[in-house]
């Protein structure tokens, strides 16, 4: 069985920052030819941002605007300069607490590797509309955002010409613009909630500037037509999100695209038994990254949602870095990761705090500085995040808005936390 220091699952922008920066910590601590390797189940690698031909990438990493193609082509080649090993339609079928992966691929069918080290960057998927309970026929023209991106921006398909777009997430916002700059018309973007889900920027940027409607507190309640979309009913929703009788208004139309949320793709670590966090659907992570299974790390998409993927490749390369760590500290018998320290502070999520990444923070093994990054579970205006440290205000930091829609962040410092004691919790609130 073939084996590996470190195993990446997943070649999107969090498996190939994560891989590029194992390689380097091994580099760097004098392993001269570390085996690092991408499975990626695509003809390709970058993940969804091949699809994302829009600019607004980048700003944070490489202080430039790129597309999301020029953002992955990056660390594609970032990858090849390295000579870090990859596997192109691969799809991994399985893996196993004590990281064991089982994948699949045309040259050697099934089969099967060992690694020191798991990163998880499977990414995530669309809420499709089985799960959104839609009444209606089910006819052709109702795609969720992301195939119809794909279909736009690389296969070169139109999937309509009359569109509705159903939640305001920034894959549906960002549609709401592509769908009309290619011809479309765009009636409007039709959102449940009495926010958007979507970040700030693309409201202006691909609904007010195309003066395309927003409506908050409004879903679809049918949907006409047998064989294609020939129309849909929208109403209004009460507070209890239901909706309201005699609101409805009839939209002729041939498409409808769902943009209602995304789902990280996590059936590889459900069954491995990796612990998850019920809130993000993602796996449970300490300031290493670290999943509950030892040695299994989890970044991107997989782990909780992001909006920026600049986030998300700076997330994934501590992941990596750390996934080298422990595999040389595998490797040289050296005391393992502590799991069970005592010194590890547990983070929770107060006053309007949806979830916190990490959940657990073990000073001893983090850097100078953490960032524990989160949402909030409203739209809260003239606010202020604060930073608990047992009783300790320790973070007190004014803000005009924050919404679900925008993730978060504190970054708390390591002489904030060395010598807290393991019974003392930090928590994150808005207040
Ligand atoms: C439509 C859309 C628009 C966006 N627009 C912006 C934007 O304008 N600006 C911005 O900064 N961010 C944007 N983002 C966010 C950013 O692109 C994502 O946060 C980022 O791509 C997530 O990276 P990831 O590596 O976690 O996941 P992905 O990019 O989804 O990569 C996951 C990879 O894992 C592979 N995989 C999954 N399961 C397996 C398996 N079992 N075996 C092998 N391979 C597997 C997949 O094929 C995929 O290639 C956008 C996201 C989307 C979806």
Known sequence: MDRYDVIVIGGGPAGLSAAISAYDEFRAKGVEKPSVLVLERDVRLGGILNQCIHNGFGLHTFKEELTGPEYALRYINMLRERNIEFMLQTMVMSITGDRRVTAMNRQRGMFEMECDS????????????????????????????????????????????EVVILGSGDIGLIMARRMTLEGARVLAVAELMPYSGGLKRNIVQC??????????????????????VEGLVIAEVDASLKPIPGTEKEYKCDTLLLSCGLLPENELSNGAGIEMNPVTNGPKVNESMETGTPGVYACGNVLHVHDLVDYV???????GRCAADHSMRLKEKAEA?????????????????????????????????????????????????????????????KKQVVSPGEMENVILKKEQLTGASGNVRIEICTE
């Open 337 to 397: 990761y502590d799991r069970d320290d005592d010194t590890a502070i547990t983070v929770t999520t107060g006053n309007g705090v949806r979830y916190t990444v990490p959940v657990c923070i073990r000073p001893k093994f983090m850097d100078e500085t953490v960032t524990i990054r989160f949402r909030v579970g409203n739209v809260y205006r003239n606010c202020f995040v604060d930073a608990y440290i047992g009783d300790e205000r320790v973070l007190h930091r």
């Open 118 to 161: 798991l990163v998880l960057s499977m990414g995530c998927r669309e809420r499709a509309r089985g799960a959104l309970n839609i009444p209606g026929y089910r006819p052709a023209g109702i795609y969720s955002a992301g195939t119809a991106q794909r279909l736009v921006n690389m296969e070169g398909f139109m999937p309509g010409r």
């Open 313 to 319: 490749s700076e997330e994934a390369a501590l992941a």
């Open 207 to 228: 609904l007010d500037d195309f003066g395309i409607p927003l409506l908050l507190s409004h879903t679809v309640v049918d949907i006409k037509g047998k064989e294609r």
